[in-house]
């Protein structure tokens, strides 16, 4: 199973892929993990990402890619793959496309876990972390035995700027800008398949298995 996930901040990607990475046996490729990976390593490509990086400016698709095409070239990648936050743009989603077909492999999906904005904000927003210990509580979904006070250590419960209302509804703004021409991309390509992200983990998987046809 060769894969690309698709999903907006809190939606459950990164849940979903551990899942999908035991049952397949396949690696959870994160462009994130790959970059600091490559730093670490001091590789040529991490010498030249940390140079954009370091600078805080984004690392040109270029050098994204080949980051990535390197990863799909080990051997854990033979029988399969799930890519996660790559591609993000048109223009990668192409050099990606060109990269695997110089590799000869062919995507099978492209994963969308779709989750309504109102639902996200609720989830993202929710979030609250132990400003003592970094314990994690969710106002809804795993709340403290006592207001705003941390049942492990008695610290006091913070909202993250990250978790703001206002931050969560930049951060999507800018998800759907960038992923929407994906949608129709992959669409297109008659490789997008979309699953419906449900409150319970469990529920998600159930559609996430479905829309990949796999029982």
Known sequence: MRLVLLGAPGAGKGTQADILKEKFEIPHISTGDIFRSNIKNNTELGKKAKEYIDKGLLVPDEITVNIVKNRLEEEDCKSGFILDGFPRTIPQAEF???????????????????????ELVKRLSGRRVCQKCGKSYHVIYNPPSQENKCDDCGGKLIQRDDDKEETVLNRLKTYHQQTEPLIEYYTKQ?????????EEIEDTTKEVMKALGVK
């Open 96 to 118: 990606l496309d060109k990269v695997l077909s110089e590799l000869n492999i062919n995507l099978d999906y492209v994963l969308n876990i779709h989750v309504p904005d109102e």
């Open 190 to 198: 008659g490789k997008l398949v979309t699953a419906i992200g449900q």
